[in-house]
């Protein structure tokens, strides 16, 4: 480095942004950045200049396809490194010694939709809390109701949910109903339709939950049965899907599952979708309680990150 930099200079930069230098230039682009520290690409660039301006010194050749980190700029990243992994360390020492229960965060997953579709958010939280994290499975409202009593921290949940008292977010995952029906009820020499009417079900056995379960979900699927016409007879829904399913399989009654389920072969069930008339779908939410409003933001930053 040629130029001189004074001490108060130096004084005045912030450990932050020397941080953010270092994710800039693992992503060689302003853009990916920017992504990653949740935040906008205008007032990251402003800093790299700031900082750029008060080491005296250009840390990146800018081009077309992003930057890159001249000399002078990998010899302050060699510099700034250990700084930063002390920082980390210290961070996670006070974690640790002066606020255990925060070292992991508890949040929750809906077993309404099938849980594979959440394999690729579930290796992103686990990248982004290092420290480790707390996972419960549950229904959604079981879900709401833990963490109004302070067990959970946030939950991904099905929606529509009544989540009084809680921040509910809607996130931009959605999935079709199907209709999960018993091969039993076609001729043997008929295959089960891809595509049925609900109407044409009416009076038969249907598994569904009790209102008192999930209320919002209830009277959502109730106004859409009423517009359908399809009055079926209701049987309780087991709590376990493999056990819906084998009961479904068993030709005791028809059931209906978003649509991940129908990854799940099992001999005896059809699944089907339902007309375009008759469709409707369980979107996925978060929910967190009134003062985790940053952690909301960090996990709806995460969720939209990549595919659930």
Do not use: C
């Not at 931009?172 to 089960?192: H, I, Q």
């Not at 369980?282 to 990549?306: I, N, S």
């Amino acid at each position: 480095m040629t130029k001189t930099v004074s001490k108060s200079a130096l004084d005045a930069i912030d450990v932050r942004h020397f941080y953010h230098f270092s994710v800039v230039a693992e992503e060689n682009s302003l853009r990916r950045a920017a992504d990653r520290l949740f935040m906008a690409q205008p007032p990251l660039s402003r800093q790299i200049k700031q900082l750029e301006e008060r080491l005296g010194v250009a840390l990146f050749v800018r081009h077309s396809k992003g930057l890159t980190l001249t000399d002078e700029g990998a010899r302050v990243l060699a510099i700034v490194r250990p700084l930063l992994q002390m920082k980390d360390a210290t961070y996670k020492r006070l974690r640790q010694d002066i606020h255990p229960q925060e070292q992991r965060p508890r949040i929750g997953f809906t077993t309404a939709f099938e849980q594979g579709v959440f394999a690729g958010l579930e290796r992103r939280l686990t990248e982004f809390f290092a420290d480790g994290l707390h996972i419960q499975r549950e229904a959604s409202t079981r879900l709401a109701r833990d963490m109004r009593k302070g067990r959970l921290d946030a939950a991904f949940v099905a929606l529509p949910l009544d989540a009084p008292g809680l921040l509910l977010q809607e996130l931009p995952y959605a999935e079709p109903m199907l209709a999960a029906l018993p091969a039993s009820w076609f001729a043997p020499e008929d295959a089960a339709p891809e595509v049925v009417s609900l109407k044409n079900f009416s009076q038969r056995p249907l598994f569904w939950f009790r209102r008192e379960i999930n209320p919002g979900f209830f009277d959502y699927a109730k106004t859409r049965f009423a517009r359908m016409g399809f009055m079926p007879h209701y049987l309780e829904e087991p709590t376990e899907h493999d056990v819906l399913l084998a009961r479904i399989a068993a030709g005791e009654g028809m059931g209906l599952l978003p649509a991940s389920f129908a990854a799940i072969r099992r001999d005896g069930v059809a699944f089907a979708r339902l007309q375009d008339d008759h469709a409707f779908h369980l979107r996925l939410g978060l929910v967190v309680p009134q003062d985790k409003g940053p952690l909301a933001r960090t996990l709806t930053a995460l969720a939209a990150a990549m595919p659930l």
